[in-house]
Structures are given as C-alpha cells and as structure tokens.
C-alpha cells in the first residue's frame, strides 16, 4: 500500500470492499460468493495458540453454517505456505477438517480494506474481526475483539440467525435471543399504530412500544 493511500472504512448496511485474493483454496473473490452469506474473519497469527482454538471452533461448526448458507473465509497476514502447514496441524491434533478458505494477506490489502490493522494493538498483525455480509454483499454486522481475547463461534452464528429472521420477516431480537423465542415487533410509528398495537391480540403486549411475538 503506498503511503499515500487511504481507504473509507466498511460500514453498516453499505457494500462491502470487494477484493481479489490468494487463498489455501486458490485465487477467490469475495464477488464468486454473491447470493451467499459470508462470514470473513481475521487472526493474528498462524500458529498461534487462541487462534487456533478459534479455528477448531469455526471447523466444528461448519456445517451449522453451511446449512444457513453461510460461506466462511479467514485471513492473516500469512503466507499461504503457513496457512497450509498450521491448518495441517490443527487437523492432525484436533481432529477437525478445515474447510473454508484461508486468505494469505501478505499486502495487507484486504486487510486495510476492512480496516483490521489497529498499530495500537500491531502494526504487523490483524485484530480479531468479524464481519458479516449478507448475500447482496452488503456488511450487516461487525465484530472487533483484541488480540488477547478468543471469539465465541456459536455468537457469531447466532448473530447470523438474528440477521437472516429480521431480513425474512422484519423481526428484531431481545438480549439473549436464541432461535425459536419471541421476537420484538417494531415499535408503532404513528398514533393511530400504536391504538391498534394496543388491541392486537396475536401479539404479546408490554406496553405500546414494546410487543413480542413468535416467528412462525
């Protein structure tokens, strides 16, 4: 990246950078995965031990996010040669099987799009991130942890869940929300709405600006 150059950092609900990358599965752009979910992730480092805990997490649960048609993609700053030998590894000690692709950013390109290089926390080494995309590519959620702290894979999954029920049926989730609860119903946005809201018996009534209801 040359010095001069400055990138708009991704935010809600806006595109998302596109990019072209080398990866443990060969060139891919993060256009072959429109019409998909996607879930890009950065660590550290390879051969690194929280990293790695991460990684197990995100291979045992796979196939929940397949299901969701969601695509998975994590990236450091890591040949490709490292990525390949540390996934190895991790099969060979864990016993999982790696099977989403692994970015080698070595430019740091991808990574300054997306804004994962923090110099407080390493001028040499992405941050924990998460962004969600949904499948017009647009970032529906992001998720920065420090270097010390592990992420929680099954969040992250549930976090995909919430996104998908409020993009179907315009539902938001409460605090600890777990798929098959109640869901918020918008809060009413005129007078009339929220009489109305008050007398609506498929919903269960709080208060006017507050109701709950099944997802179906």
């Known amino acids: 990246m040359s010095e001069t150059q400055t990138y708009s950092l991704p935010r809600l609900n806006e595109p998302a950078p596109q990019f072209t990358a080398p990866s443990t599965q060969g060139e891919i752009k993060l256009s072959d995965y429109k019409g998909k979910w996607v879930v890009l992730f950065s660590h550290p480092a390879d051969f690194t031990p929280v990293c790695t805990t991460e990684f197990v997490g995100f291979a045992k649960l796979q196939d929940d996010f397949e299901k969701l048609n969601v695509q998975l993609i994590g990236l450091s700053i890591d040949s490709v040669y490292a990525h390949i030998a540390w996934i190895r590894s991790i099969e060979q000690h864990f016993n999982v099987k790696i099977k989403f692709p692994v970015i080698a950013d070595l430019s740091m390109d991808v990574a300054h799009k997306f804004g994962m290089i923090h110099p407080g926390a390493s001028a040499t080494a992405t941050v924990r991130t998460v962004f969600i995309l949904d499948p017009d590519q647009k970032v529906r959620a992001m998720i920065y942890y ?3 702290t592990g992420r929680v894979v ?12 409020n993009t179907e049926k315009g539902l938001a989730t409460p605090e ?8 918020i119903v918008p809060p009413p946005a005129t007078q009339k709405a929220a009489e109305d809201r008050v007398n609506d018996k498929s919903v269960q009534l709080t208060d006017w600006y507050f109701s709950k209801k099944s997802a179906g």
Do not use: F, H, S
């Open 154 to 165: 099954n969040e992250i999954k549930r976090v995909i869940q919430a996104l998908q029920l």
């Open 146 to 148: 420090p270097m010390t």
């Open 176 to 183: 600890g929300w777990q798929p098959g609860d109640l869901c």
